[in-house]
């Protein structure tokens, strides 16, 4: 059994339906947490499992950045950056993409 423990979000990874099953219940008597089935998300990455892989992605976070950025639609260039170009602080989508490591 493996758990994982962010702030408030909790995530168990398990071979044995039994063991998973008496963790919650005690989880469930002590705390109040229930099992929520299968992961589909969590903190922003995306969770696809089939019969014998698990796929994470964080295409969804990178597409709200560039959203959120305006950037949603923009077009890649062949050309390098001009010499003089003018450049406007990106702190905050540096920051944001930094976290899709």
Request: aromatic share 8%; glycine share 8%; charged share 30%.
């Amino acid at each position: 059994m493996l758990g994982l423990v962010y702030v408030d979000d909790i995530l168990v990874a398990t071979k044995d339906e039994e063991q998973k099953k008496k963790l919650f219940e005690d989880l469930d008597k002590e705390y109040g947490l229930k099992d929520q089935g299968l992961l589909a998300q969590y903190l922003g990455v995306e969770v696809e499992q089939t019969a014998d892989h698990i796929f994470i992605s964080q295409s969804k976070y990178a597409r709200e950045i560039l959203t959120k950025f305006g950037y949603a639609e923009a077009h890649s260039v062949g050309n390098p950056m001009e010499v003089n170009a003018r450049l406007v602080p990106l702190g905050d989508v540096i920051g944001r993409i930094w976290h899709l490591r």
